[in-house]
């Protein structure tokens, strides 16, 4: 019996990511408004019954693509050892910017819209706003930075956090509004030395 339920909760694992691949696949040649449940289903070659069965909605999906390892990136810049705190921070703001192109550009257009208006939802087990999210992991980079004494303790860490996760954000709609023309993850050397290494040069610790 044990087995049985092993063998039903792998299956059901494999239904989900098959559905939300054909999501993936779909969404991104036809763009997120072309798309139909029925559509996905088929593709995934599920009943609509099924699809259902996992998602409430077909913007769920869109959540679903967003958790990759997209909501662990501050934790992995956090863990870097060998890289000063500038240098963290541009990893962070590239692989931020890379991971959303990966994704797709209608995808990412979809994103936006579903997160004009904040709903709070699982993040890493925790209820939160995918904006206050984001807003916390900036913190969590630059506190990083005042922990291991490269940035004063007096350094205004929720401000600047505000500031630069702002920018980050404008380089993606950018990406989005320009049909692509306007890479993100292409200007991420030129945003840490225009705007990111200013804004923090006064709070630096120089070693």
Known sequence: MEKKGKIRQIRAVETRKRIVAAA????????FE??????????????TGS????FKRKEDIIEELNQLNFYRLAEITNEIKDKDLNDRLKYYCHEFLAEIERVGIEICRQWIRNNITPVS??????????????????ESILEEGVRRGELAGDTPVAELALFLNAQLYGLMVAWCMSDAAVVGSEKTDAFCETIMKPALAQYMIWR
Not at 24 to 31: H, P, R, S, V
Not at 51 to 54: C, G, I, K, Q, V
């Open 51 to 54: 699809f259902y069965t996992y």
């Open 121 to 138: 939802m699982a993040i890493s087990d925790k209820e939160s706003t995918k904006y206050d999210h984001d807003v916390r992991a900036m």
């Open 34 to 47: 072309n798309v139909s449940i029925e559509e996905i289903a088929r593709e995934a070659a599920v009943s």
């Open 24 to 31: 993936k696949k779909l969404i991104t040649d036809n763009g």
